[in-house]
């Protein structure tokens, strides 16, 4: 359908852009759908993607790092990743769209929560730089303080897309293959899902700053250009030969990404294998039928990697004690007990040549091998084992660490994540605090007042150490300006003229829905130790928006917030008398 639809459209007008827009092929597997938005993005007559991500769709439970709950942020990085990384092959624009609105009430009013969590995976990233703001009726609903959030989000995104990006964070280069074909045991989508939780979202709340990739993507090398290692799983996401048109009886007998990925790895890449014998691998596909004999997608990637390869299940074992069996002091035990009765899999790999890191009940359940200049890790458990102790995710931070180091770089995961884009100052922090550089910053986060009778405000932090499990959108304040100057508005500054004794300022936000609260205008302002005579806040019509409220802070910075209760489509005067 998108194929034709492309195709009519742009025989009618040819400068008309068909974006397809879309939830990641990862959320879609919750809901027992199967979306190839690579196939639909490759079409000639498409030209970009919106990946969206909502309060709902990222505000599924499930656990990381053994911590249940909802994980909205390390969702939403998933999804994001996902849909940037389309680009790596197609070249094509990838637009980063969120929904403050909550379409399930039962978490309507706390929805601004998860808002914050997708704007904050969605802008910290440093890969993504395009935006799509979300259409009038998803945000006009709310309350004035959150609306006017909004705005100040709208600034934030408009203004990144200019910005030059510095990233801190974990260590760069890691992806993880996820896909679109989902097959599980009776459909358990939590289990299957294991695969991108547990493979993505642990190590994303490290501060790693994962690449989410698709097996339909991975077509040729320059897909993983920049990828040192890479994190795989088919034990419930099964590669297929049939996507982009490949449907002749040679493409029917082998898979594109297996040859790809072991040629990637004979050429130095590292390559970290997770999962084992599952149900799943009796289904009638490439790797079983049309002459190919193999007993899963994997032993034909072994066998295009070269290695001698036997597999052996090693049970369902109610308490799975995971011994470190190498020298390296970086790994250690691991107890995973089957509290749920879930009954995890586990299997036994014994590779010819290959040395043995991990044991379990005396089998080699993890071993590493060499295939030509790169290496191998296979680990015989499956994906939803990461996420079953409080130790377990540990893991694959070990056998990341392992990868790393036959790369000759050294794995980090320092539990934050920090992006700069200008002014912008964008950090996450899990289990530690991180002191900014010496200044001020406004808070873009805080309208939210703490008492719901005060009016929606900004917060300006000095020399601001964030504290651990925190996250914010900063702008840093340029205090090197004359008195009287505008520092910050959260709408769109269409003039500033800065006089001796006078500022006069015309500012755009956005106008009042008559169904809804209306926006607040917020605005900062340095003072110099001058002191406001009069201030005269005016629409072009000559009317005066609602609740004007002002003051000085403690740092010299006037705040004014007013209530933007026009329904023209007009801007804001605001002058400025100073003494």
């Known amino acids: 359908a998108m194929d034709y639809i492309s195709t009519e459209v742009k025989k009618i007008d040819s400068s008309v852009e068909i974006i397809l827009c879309s939830h990641s092929s990862s959320n879609y597997m919750w809901h027992r759908i199967a979306a190839n938005n690579y196939d639909i993005l490759a079409l000639p007559g498409v030209d970009g993607m919106v990946l969206q991500a909502w309060t709902d769709t990222t505000s599924r439970q499930f656990s990381v790092q053994n911590k249940g709950g909802r994980h909205v942020f390390e969702y939403s990085w998933l999804e994001y990743s996902e849909g940037i990384n389309y680009a790596r092959k197609l070249g ?3 637009y980063a769209l969120n929904d403050p609105l909550a379409d399930n009430e039962a978490i309507r009013d706390i929805a601004y929560n998860y808002y914050m969590e997708n704007i904050m995976a969605q802008t910290i990233n440093p890969y993504i730089n395009s935006y799509e703001v979300v259409w ?19 600034q934030v995104l408009n203004d990144m897309a200019k910005n030059d990006v510095t990233f801190k964070g974990g260590s760069s280069g890691i992806g993880v293959v996820t896909g679109y074909n989902v097959v599980a045991d009776d459909y358990d989508s939590n289990r299957a899902s294991s695969i991108v939780t547990g493979l993505v979202c642990n190590l994303v709340a490290s501060g790693v700053p994962v690449n989410v990739l698709t097996v339909e993507s991975i077509q040729d090398a320059q897909y993983l250009e920049g990828i040192h290692t890479l994190i795989l799983s088919y034990d419930h996401i099964k590669p297929t030969y049939s996507y982009n048109g490949y449907e002749s009886a040679d493409m029917k007998k082998k898979m594109p990404a297996n040859d790809v990925i072991a040629q990637w790895v004979k050429d130095g890449g590292s ?3 997770v999962g084992g014998a599952n149900d799943n691998q009796g289904i009638s596909s490439w790797w079983n039928t049309n002459g190919n004999d193999y007993d899963s997608p994997e032993a034909e990637l072994f066998e295009r990697l070269g290695l001698d390869v036997s597999v052996s299940f090693a049970g369902n074992v109610e308490e799975a004690v995971i011994k470190n069996a190498s020298s390296h002091a970086y790994m250690s035990d691991h107890t995973i007990t089957d509290v749920a009765g879930v009954g995890y ?26 295939a030509g200049s790169g290496s191998v890790i296979i680990a015989g458990l499956e994906p939803a084992v990461l996420l079953a102790s409080s130790t377990s995710y540990m893991i694959l931070e070990e056998l990341c660490t392992r990868a790393c180091e036959i790369q000759g770089k050294q794995f980090n995961a320092p539990l934050m994540m920090y992006c700069i884009r200008g002014d912008y100052h964008l950090i996450k922090t899990y289990n530690r605090s ?12 805080s309208t939210k007042p703490l008492d719901m009778a005060d009016f929606p405000d900004l917060t300006v932090m000095v020399n601001p150490e964030v504290s651990e499990n925190s996250q914010y959108i900063l702008k840093k304040l340029d205090m090197d300006v004359d008195s009287g100057s505008l520092l910050y508005a959260n709408g769109d500054i269409k003039e500033v003229e800065v006089l001796s004794n006078k500022t006069v300022a015309t500012i755009k936000n956005i106008c009042k829905n008559p169904s809804w609260q209306a926006t607040y205008g917020i605005s900062l302002w340095k003072t110099g130790g001058s002191r406001v005579a009069s201030l005269v806040v005016t629409y072009e019509d000559g009317k005066e928006p609602a609740n004007l409220e002002y003051y000085v802070d403690d740092n010299g910075i006037l705040h004014i917030s007013y209530q933007n209760n026009t ?3 007009q801007s804001v005067i605001i002058e400025i008398t100073w003494r």
């Open 92 to 94: 094509k624009r990838i």
């Open 136 to 154: 009038p009726d998803r945000f006009l609903w709310s309350e004035g303080w959150y609306k006017s959030m909004q705005e100040s989000v709208y």
């Open 271 to 273: 390559l970290i294998y």
């Open 345 to 370: 899999k586990y299997t036994e790999y014994n590779v010819q040549g290959a040395e043995t890191l991990y044991k379990l009940n005396n089998k080699n359940l993890i071993v590493e091998a060499k």
């Open 434 to 445: 991180y002191t900014l550089e010496d200044g001020y910053y406004v808070d873009l986060f």
């Open 567 to 569: 329904t023209k489509d």
